[in-house]
């Protein structure tokens, strides 16, 4: 019954916090305009992760009963996490700037005894731990793209954090499981198409980092044997949305003479509301892939052996025919400006 007390107290206090975010944004003008390379058409409310945070921290505090290191760890670095997305949402920090604080906020995290166990040594456990924390940020980050995606995808991927928790029988991550359940739910309902708010760098970032080292806190429950194998596929298939749309993003960028880091419409939600001519439907098949990758991190772990290897093999084949249907039949628009424009008149029929 506490599970639910937790998902019901994180969902009411964002469904009460957006509104109020909402108006306040609009009132100070922050609000995202329309551009080029952005996929929105209208101007939106940002700082919706600010009542994604005060939902989240509000029900973790009264809730959890773990304050061991490593919990106030995690907690502090969400914190910082969440500070340095407001003041990025605020006045956009330099690209190296940010960097700098995920690797300090990641190596703290680390050093505290926040780590895969890959079986390659210590100095290997902790490099890629740390790039793992920070790739994730910024993959939460990147597929914060159209309305309802990031927010969408976090609660799926929670669920599946939930289970492992549970499985784990870990009170602190139970917890952060729920609230995010919770949390993501009640802004989903302001951040679904047409979005009312968008969650900005403070909800993405942090809830980035959360997912992040929460997808690497199971190991040392789960009776796991330390290999590159078991510290990677959990995690790997918990976020195997955003790892996939990241990677995706970087190679064709990198393939179409563009730099990594140029925003643009080219994402993998992008090119499936091309296909589909909808973005809900676009949106929708990612909750799906989210759920399904999930459900394969859970069998893979319950099934290791010839079960997992079947799993990695169809996940690899459905990677590899997903990237050769996007890039055939969806080409990125800012190379095909005729095609965004029928996209754009379809919509507003």
Known sequence: MSLLYIGLLSLFITLIVTPLVILGAKR?????????NRWHKKPTALLGGVAIFIGFIITVLIFNNDWSTKALIIL???????????IDDLKPLNPKTKFLLQLLIAAVTVSFGVHMELGLGPILNYVVSGFWIIGIINAVNLIDNMDGLSSGITFVSSLTLLCFSLIANNNFLIVISMALIGVTIGFLIFNFHPAKIFMGDCGSLFIGYLLAVASISFQGHLNLDPSLINALYIPVFLLGVPLFDTFFVMVERKRNGRSITQGGKDHTSHRLAYILQ?????????????L???????????YPGIIQFILITCSLIIIFSLSFYLIRYAPAY????KKEKKLNVSKTV
């Open 28 to 36: 100070f003008n922050f609000i995202v305009m329309p551009k080029a």
């Open 76 to 86: 502090a670095g969400t914190l910082f996490m969440f500070i340095s997305g407001f």
């Open 278 to 290: 909808s973005e809900k439907k676009a949106v929708s098949i990612l909750y799906l892939l989210g």
């Open 292 to 302: 399904l990758s999930g459900i394969a991190g859970l069998l893979g772990y319950l």
């Open 334 to 337: 800012e190379y095909n400006l």
